[in-house]
């Protein structure tokens, strides 16, 4: 049953985010460019998932049969669910970095191919950044981090 393997509440999706960003910059320090890549895609997942619960105001993730556009791996999805598009964000600084978060798609986990270093640089730089992507997302959204 999926509802049994996912975060239940926004506190439980932020956990999951900074699990995934403390691995991201511990692999990042060994030079583990793929796993930095794909750390860093899942920390703003799942921050964009806490996003979604804390604006709709949801006090559990909706399973499967319910939202099943909601249980994917995908931040533009997600994103267009809060309501942020291209276009709305104008100007915006973050539109910018938004670009390479933009970019993570789950399926580049199952190259065995390295991720090249100034790529993974880029994503850990455009989320994690003090005006990067994830304190864009917890000062936009409210979220208690």
Not at 36 to 56: N, P, R, S
Request: hydrophobic fraction near 35%.
């Amino acid at each position: 049953m999926d509802w049994e393997n996912t975060a239940h509440s926004v506190d439980d999706w932020i956990a999951l985010a900074q699990r995934h960003r403390n691995g991201a910059r511990a692999l990042k320090k060994d030079k583990q460019f793929s796993l930095v890549w794909d750390h860093t895609g899942f920390a703003v997942e799942c921050y964009l998932k806490a996003a979604i619960m804390q604006q709709k105001g949801w006090n559990r993730w909706p399973d499967s049969g319910e939202r099943k556009d909601l249980w994917v791996h995908e931040t533009w999805g997600l994103l267009k669910e809060l309501g942020v598009t291209p276009e709305g964000l104008g100007r915006h600084p973050i539109r910018f970095r938004l670009k390479t978060i933009l970019d993570w798609r789950r399926r580049h986990g199952y190259n065995p191919s390295s991720m090249p270093e100034k790529y993974a640089e880029q994503i850990y730089r455009d989320a994690f950044s003090s005006e990067g992507v994830v304190e864009w997302i917890v000062k936009t959204f409210h979220l208690p981090c």
